[in-house]
Each structure stands twice: as C-alpha cells, then as structure tokens.
C-alpha cells in the first residue's frame, strides 16, 4: 500500500492555465506538506497544514491555493499557471509538525509550456 | 549563504570505498534529517536526529550539536548507493530547512 500517493505524476499544461494536484496519505498522520523542488533539486517548502489548519505558509503567490479537506488529503490548486511554476512538487506527512520524520510522495512533475 | 551548507557538492566513489557527507548549519536546531532522492525522483527519509549517532544497516548518521555539523557514512559502497543526499535542519514547530544536496554517484 502506497504510504503518501499523489496524482497526477506527470502534468503538462499551458501558460494561464489553472490545474490541481491531489495528495493522499494512509498513514494517520496529523500534519502534511507541500513543497516545490526546482531544476536544481533544492527543495523549498511551500505550505503544510496540522490538522487541516494552515501552518506554514511561505512568501507563495497567491496563486497558489492548498485545501486539505481532512487530514488524510492535502491538495494544490494553481491558478494562472506562469513558465516558472515548472517544477516538480511534493507531498510529505508527518505524525507532528515539522520535527518528525517525513514521508514524501512520488513527486509531481509540473511542466508549463 | 544558505543556512545549511553540505559537501562536498558531487562524489564520485569506487565500489566498496567508504563514503563520508557533511552537513553544516548555522542555526539552533531540534532536529537533523537526512534524505536519500533516487535518480527516479522519489525521496526517502534515512535519519532523523537530535543527538549522537544513528545506524542503519551501511549507513551511519553522527551530529555534533556544539559544532552545528552532521556527517552521513556509507560503509562498503555500492552502486545502488547513487543518489542524491540532502541534509535538512528544523526547529521545533518550524520548518525545515534543506542543503541543496550532495549528488553520489557509484562506479562498479
């Protein structure tokens, strides 16, 4: 059983379009994250959520819109997609914020063209 | 200057030599985590820790916390061992904070 699943793997879209991805993780874990890994493969944390509550929230343009409907789902929405949201985008849980050890999903490559 | 530094940046290893990664940091810290991302792209949790030294299996994780430096050791490296290794630092109910990554590559 995939522990943290997202969809879809591969996304590839054009200039201001407005897409989603989801994730979904199995493990009871409290708190969820996203995170952006660009072409250089630094990652960068962009949202998480504890409980479906907002926690962090990085300087993100307002774009980009997280919903976690219950703790075991925590999507992405993007709005008006731009060239430099290319990327690929994580999820991660973890059973506390932060400290714990994370368990990351698949991966999401995003390609705006 | 980020605030976590790794080195060395890319390694290229024999099989079966020992490997050593370092991870420093210039803030207070609760916890270190080291990463493993696969050449598919998925990323896998190795170590997480606040104190001493952890092992598992080939891989040994140490940290000095007065020194703000963290080292990653492969004993009798493998070519599956290629990857890329990123250290991460967080604070308590902050976020974590990622190196950029040491890329390894191992030669059979």
């Known amino acids: 059983d995939t522990a943290v699943s997202q969809t879809p793997k591969y996304l590839v879209t054009q200039m201001g379009n407005d897409k989603s991805i989801k994730c979904e993780q199995n493990?009871?874990?409290?708190?969820m994250y996203w995170y952006k890994q660009d072409s250089k493969k630094f990652l960068k944390i962009m949202f998480s959520y504890n409980n479906k509550e907002l926690i962090i929230n990085e300087t993100v343009p307002n774009r980009f819109s997280p919903k976690s409907p219950d703790k075991a789902h925590l999507n992405l929405h993007i709005n008006s997609l731009e060239l430099g949201d290319s990327a690929v985008y994580f999820c991660?849980?973890?059973?506390?914020?932060?400290?714990?050890?994370?368990?990351f999903g698949p991966g999401t490559r995003l390609t705006v063209l | 200057k980020n605030e976590v530094e790794q080195s060395p940046q890319n390694l290229t290893a024999q099989e079966g030599e020992f490997i050593t990664i370092n991870c420093s940091y210039s803030v207070g810290i609760s916890a270190l985590h080291w990463l493993q991302q696969h050449p598919g792209g998925g990323i896998v949790s190795l170590f997480m820790?606040?104190?001493g030294k952890k092992k598992h299996g080939r891989l040994i994780a140490t940290i000095n916390i007065q020194e703000k430096h963290s080292s990653l050791h492969i004993t009798a490296s493998h070519p599956r061992d290629s990857a890329v290794y990123i250290c991460?630092?967080?604070?308590?109910?902050?976020?974590?904070?990622f190196g950029t990554g040491t890329r390894l590559a191992v030669r059979p």
């Open positions: 820790l606040s104190s």
């Open positions: 991660a849980s973890s059973r506390h914020p932060h400290t714990d050890t994370q368990y």
């Open positions: 991460a630092v967080g604070s308590s109910g902050d976020k974590l904070t």
């Open positions: 493990l009871g874990h409290d708190t």
